[in-house]
C-alpha cells in the first residue's frame, strides 16, 4: 500500500484532499464513548492544542457538550472542521437528522454530514429494518443537502465494498461519498476496503485507530518495541501508521496529557522497515461488529 508523506512531516498541519475539493484535516478528536461532563473541555483542550478537526454523531448523545466545547475554546468556527451523522431511526427524515445536530451543535453548517450505519433502523422497534427503505433512499434524500449550505460534504460510515457498490451503481446515486469513516487499526486494517474506496475517490477516515479502550496493541511486543526505538508511544506509533496509509485518524480521549500527546506527529515517521512490520501483524480483532443491527454490514470482503 502506497505510503503517503506530510510536507515537511508537519502532520498535524497535513490535509487531505477530497472528492468535492475541499481538505479534511489529517489528525481529529473523536468522541465516541466519551462520558457526559467530559466531552466539552476535552473539545475545548484539544482546539486550544492546536487541533481543528472535531469528529461526534447524534448517536453519540453529546452534539450539545461539543458544541459548547467549540465556544468555550475561542477558535473560530470557520477554522474547525466538524464531523457528525445521521443515526440509523432517522434515515427517513434525513432533513430533520441534520436540523437535529446543528440545533444541539449550535452551528448554522457541518462540514461533513455522514450516514452512519448502511442500516435503516425502525425507530419503533431497533430490532427491526423499517420497511420498503434502504440505505440507497437515505443517500437519494442525503445527496439534497449540501445545496442548502448546512451541510459541506457527505458521507458513509461503516459501508464495506458490497454495500458500496450497491449505492454506487444505483442510477439514483450523482454524488459519489466524499469519505467512509471505518474501524481502522493493525489489527483491523482492511486493506481490500482502503483500496476500493481509494479506487472510487473515496477518501477513508480511521475510528478506532488506537484499538479503541483497554487496546490489546498497546500490549503488543513488536508495537512497544518500534514506539521504544523511537522514544514515541504506542498510540502515536499507531496514529502515524494510520496517516501514512492516506487515512486521516481521530483519536479518543477525554484526558488532556493524552489529547496532547496524540497530537505530537510532526517531525517524524516511520521507516519503511518499521512500516512494513506493523502492516504485517497477524492477529485480528473487530472493535465494533454489527450484531446489534437488524441486518449485516459486515460480509469479510475488506481483507
Same mark, same amino acid.
Given at each position: ?7 515537511? $512531516? ?6 487531505? &484532499?477530497?472528492?468535492?475539493?475541499? +481538505?479534511? *484535516? @489529517?489528525? !481529529? ?100 429494518? $423499517? ?6 433512499? &437515505?443517500?437519494?434524500?442525503?445527496? +439534497?443537502? *449540501? @445545496?442548502? !449550505? ?154
Amino acid at each position: 500500500m502506497a505510503v503517503e508523506i506530510a510536507q515537511d $512531516l508537519k502532520w498535524t498541519k497535513h490535509h487531505f &484532499t477530497l472528492n468535492t475539493g475541499d +481538505k479534511i *484535516p @489529517a489528525v !481529529g478528536l473523536g468522541t465516541w464513548q466519551s462520558k457526559p461532563g467530559e466531552v466539552r473541555e476535552a473539545v475545548k483542550v484539544a482546539l486550544q492544542k492546536g487541533y481543528r478537526y472535531i469528529d461526534t454523531a447524534l448517536a453519540y448523545g453529546n452534539e450539545k457538550e461539543v458544541g459548547l466545547g467549540i465556544k468555550d475554546s475561542g477558535v473560530p468556527r470557520e477554522e474547525i472542521w466538524v464531523t457528525t451523522k445521521l443515526d440509523n431511526t432517522w434515515h427517513h427524515i434525513t432533513e430533520e437528522g441534520i436540523t437535529s445536530s446543528l440545533n444541539s451543535l449550535g452551528l448554522d453548517y457541518v462540514d461533513l454530514y455522514l450516514m452512519h450505519w448502511p442500516s435503516s433502523t425502525d425507530p419503533n422497534n431497533l430490532k427491526k429494518h $423499517l420497511p420498503d427503505w434502504d440505505f440507497v433512499k &437515505t443517500w437519494e434524500a442525503m445527496q +439534497k443537502l *449540501p @445545496a442548502s !449550505g448546512r451541510v459541506k460534504n457527505i458521507g458513509v460510515s461503516n459501508f464495506a465494498i458490497k454495500n458500496l457498490e450497491k449505492l454506487l451503481n444505483d442510477p439514483s446515486c450523482k454524488t459519489v461519498p466524499a469519505t467512509n469513516q471505518i474501524e481502522l487499526h493493525p489489527n483491523n486494517p482492511s486493506p481490500k476496503l482502503v483500496e476500493y474506496c481509494k479506487s472510487k475517490g473515496i477518501h477513508c477516515t480511521a475510528y478506532s485507530c488506537l484499538g479503541s479502550t483497554d487496546s490489546p496493541l498497546y500490549k503488543n511486543d513488536k508495537l512497544k518495541k518500534i514506539a521504544e526505538g523511537k522514544g514515541k508511544t504506542v498510540q502515536q506509533i499507531l496514529l502515524m501508521w494510520g496517516l501514512m496509509r492516506g487515512t486521516d485518524v481521530i483519536p479518543k480521549s477525554v484526558t488532556a496529557s493524552r489529547i496532547e500527546a496524540n497530537f505530537e506527529l510532526d517531525g517524524w515517521k516511520l521507516e519503511d522497515d518499521e512500516f512494513k512490520a506493523i502492516s504485517s501483524l497477524p492477529e485480528r480483532f473487530k472493535v465494533c461488529g454489527d450484531a446489534w443491527l437488524p441486518v449485516r454490514v459486515f460480509f469479510g470482503d475488506d481483507e
